[in-house]
């Protein structure tokens, strides 16, 4: 039996899923062995800090990367809960690493300085993040504050330490933003290439949807089907990349490897997955047929989503890098001068909660982002509630 589960389905049943509707065949990716049954050697006696280490991805990394033989594996994350899973998880694997549970976020940047200058890390692994568009489109300057303002403190923090290696989980949402959750990681990958210097290397890899992530469309259908449905889809048409969680972390070490100049990286996933096709098939792997026994609504697209994403903007440019896997994005940078300014308002503007500054402010910042009419509601709802 595969001891690797995602929610209902085991590991296999979601590779199955996949192959079905063809990932296999147009990303050509041959898949890999069970996550944390092998190390990397770029972690070998190293000090790692990883942030957001309680989430799906974080997780996953955390177990690789304890598997490595660091000298010390630093876990932060602001939810309690999540922290002791993933530390009491690493406690039952059979590696002896040393290791610190943190609860804490990137937005403190007292404690960031304190663990930094306390365990002295040579990798940073940036895994928090708010990430699920819906949810952020309702509750705006909580998606700023982790992924613009946190990423800034948590970028400025390893230039002044001189953290040889911060890599960031990025997402193609960041490309052309139309949701305050793919601005804000925008505004990350904006922060990395201000604070990235010849002591502090600072990369980031935009991924597509991680199979099997905390608010993955399959959990969701998953949940739909197990009460008899109906399984929702937001368009006809609506498409994402996707990916599995070793891939996934294949890709953020392939990343670190690199030796080569480069902030930001993207893979080639193959083709989009049109989400109906995947609503079928995960509807057949649970034993029932679509739409006959297992109903599918239409819902129409939502704040801040897309009909499909893309990797790369149109004022972008990819070139090839040393490993065949990975692509180096050229991309506009913004003056140091304007980003600290820009970046100063947006945080002055998410701690006193000021929407009207927070929203002009990423939008200087992103000019691209083309916020949604209803986020303007939720800035007003929140300010109402603070109030």
């Known amino acids: 039996m595969n001891r690797f589960s995602i929610h209902g ?14 990932i296999r065949h147009r990303s050509n990716y041959h898949w890999g062995h069970p996550m944390g049954k092998s190390g990397n ?20 990394l955390a177990r690789v990367v304890l598997a490595s033989e660091p000298r010390l594996i630093v876990l932060l994350d602001q939810s309690e809960r999540s922290l002791h899973e993933v530390e009491t998880s690493l406690n039952s694997l059979p590696y002896s690493g040393a290791r610190v549970a943190i609860l804490g976020d990137v937005c403190d940047s007292e404690l960031l300085g304190e663990i930094l200058g306390r365990h002295r890390p040579d990798i940073i692994l ?62 990350a990958e904006l922060a990395l290439l201000r604070w990235t210097t010849g002591r502090s290397c600072m990369r980031a890899i935009r991924l597509g949807n991680v199979l099997g992530s905390q608010g993955s469309v ?72 679509p739409e006959l026994e297992i109903p599918i609504t239409w819902i129409g697209l939502r704040p801040g989503d897309k009909i499909s994403e893309t990797f790369v903007a149109e004022c972008e440019s990819v070139t090839p890098t040393g490993d065949p896997k990975l692509f180096g994005v050229t991309t506009p940078q913004v003056p140091e001068d304007e980003f600290d300014h820009l970046m100063n308002n947006l945080a002055a503007g998410v701690t006193h909660r000021d929407a009207s500054m927070v929203l002009e402010s990423l939008c200087k910042l992103v000019p691209e982002y083309q916020p949604a009419a209803s986020l303007f509601q939720s800035f007003s709802d929140s300010v109402v509630l603070q109030k």
């Open 9 to 22: 389905l085991n590991l296999d049943q979601y590779r199955s899923v996949f192959i079905s509707i063809g």
């Open 41 to 60: 050697p770029a972690f070998l006696n190293k000090s790692v800090l990883l942030t957001g280490a309680g989430g799906s991805i974080g997780s996953a």
């Open 126 to 187: 940036h895994a928090a993040a708010c990430k699920h568009v819906p949810l952020m489109e309702r509750n705006p300057i909580a998606a700023v504050r982790t992924n613009a303002v946190g990423t800034n403190i948590l970028a400025k923090a390893a230039a002044k330490f001189g953290v040889p290696y911060l890599i960031m989980i990025s997402t193609d949402k960041a490309v052309s933003p139309r949701s305050i959750m793919g601005a804000s990681k925008r505004a």
């Open 218 to 289: 399959v959990r969701t259908f998953e949940q739909q089907i197990s009460v008899g449905g109906p399984v929702t889809v937001t368009h006809p048409n609506a498409s994402r990349y996707f990916l599995d969680m070793e891939r996934a972390v294949e890709l953020i070490f392939a990343v670190l490897s690199l030796n080569e100049e480069g902030c930001i990286f993207l893979s080639d996933l193959g083709e989009p997955v049109r989400i109906l096709d995947l609503a079928h098939e995960t509807i057949r792997k649970a034993g029932f047929q």
